[in-house]
């Protein structure tokens, strides 16, 4: 198996630009979640979903972040506009139920200019 | 809401010496428990993993961990610690194993030769 996988592995973008990260799970989980991780606040769980459907959004820091599961195998993270209090590391993990035992993939570093 | 502590978020130990890294938990219910590992550049890594069944769990890389309700603890070990050792650990949380991780901060562990 390839493990869970993230694309880009980095992106460097303007301060007001979209962004978008995307995701893919390992085939068979059922369950999603992104993570964002910075110096300052560790790893924060962002929103998961079980099955496709979003269980939890309450750690989206601000209706700028929107996230979206069309099926079992894409999940995508969009940041609209982008600030540069956005940069860190998001990470998106799967699991075969709720949040024992999450894969991680390699993560996608953002830089926002 | 259940929670981690990891005291120190730096250890340095020399080669061949012991590894402890300590983490503390709060959960209101019986906690399942990880310790992950992350490398420079890289997604997070299951090291080990306590789900209510036996008290000391051995995991990859000769570490092991030994959870303690008395003490709401689930320090990490290794007896000799090696160069390739050196890297960025974190325990996490989950209660049931069937809620999302929750992290504690971190520790970088620095090993020196």
């Known amino acids: 198996d390839a493990g869970v996988i993230q694309s880009p592995r980095h992106e460097v973008t303007e301060m007001g630009q979209e962004v978008t990260l995307r995701c893919k799970p390992i085939?068979?989980?059922?369950?999603l979640f992104w993570y964002r991780q910075t110096m300052m606040r560790g790893l924060e769980l962002l929103i998961y979903?079980?099955?496709?459907?979003?269980?939890?959004d309450s750690g989206m820091p601000e209706d700028r972040f929107s996230a979206k599961m069309p099926n079992a195998s894409f999940s995508t993270l969009k940041i609209q506009p982008s600030e540069p209090r956005d940069s860190a590391v998001y990470f998106c993990?799967?699991?075969?139920?709720?949040?024992?035992?999450?894969?991680f993939g390699q993560g996608t570093r953002l830089t926002v200019v | 809401a259940q929670s981690v502590t990891q005291l120190g978020s730096h250890v340095s130990v020399s080669e061949g010496a012991l590894v402890l890294l300590r983490c503390n938990y709060s959960?209101?219910?019986?906690?399942?428990l990880f310790w992950y590992v992350q490398y420079p550049n890289q997604g997070l890594q299951l090291l080990l993993k306590?789900?209510?069944?036996?008290?000391l769990v051995k995991g990859i890389n000769g570490f092991e961990a030994e959870f303690k309700k008395s003490e709401t603890s689930f320090h990490l070990t290794k007896p000799s610690a090696h160069m390739s050792d050196a890297a960025e650990y974190f325990c996490?949380?989950?209660?049931?194993?069937?809620?999302?991780?929750?992290f504690g901060k971190g520790t970088r562990l620095s090993v020196i030769a």
């Open positions: 979903f079980n099955n496709n459907v979003p269980i939890d």
């Open positions: 306590y789900t209510s069944a036996a008290t």
């Open positions: 996490a949380v989950s209660d049931f194993g069937n809620t999302p991780l929750v």
């Open positions: 993990a799967s699991s075969l139920r709720g949040g024992a035992e999450a894969f």
């Open positions: 959960s209101s219910v019986p906690p399942y």
């Open positions: 085939s068979g989980h059922n369950s």
